[in-house]
């Protein structure tokens, strides 16, 4: 089964990337519309990742 998003991290931000309809429509249900992205991917400071990642979790999706 392949996870919801991919989170990679790029030293000073992580980028947590949609995979598929249910990582799209969580984002969009989710984060803010003055949210930074990088094509797909949400820019999230280190400061926010773990809140970010805990609410995609407690929504029953994954995070790889």
Same mark, same amino acid.
């Given at each position: 089964m392949e996870a919801d998003?991919?989170?990679? +991290?790029?030293?000073?931000i992580f980028i947590l990337t949609p995979i598929g309809e249910a990582g799209t +429509?969580?984002?969009a249900e989710n984060i803010g519309d +003055?949210?930074?992205y990088l094509g797909t991917g949400l820019v999230i400071?280190?400061?926010y990742v773990s809140d970010i990642v805990e609410g995609?979790?407690?929504?029953g999706l994954t995070v790889e």
């Open positions: 998003f991919t989170l990679s +991290d790029q030293g000073s +429509d969580w984002l +003055d949210a930074m400071e280190h400061r995609i979790q407690n929504d």
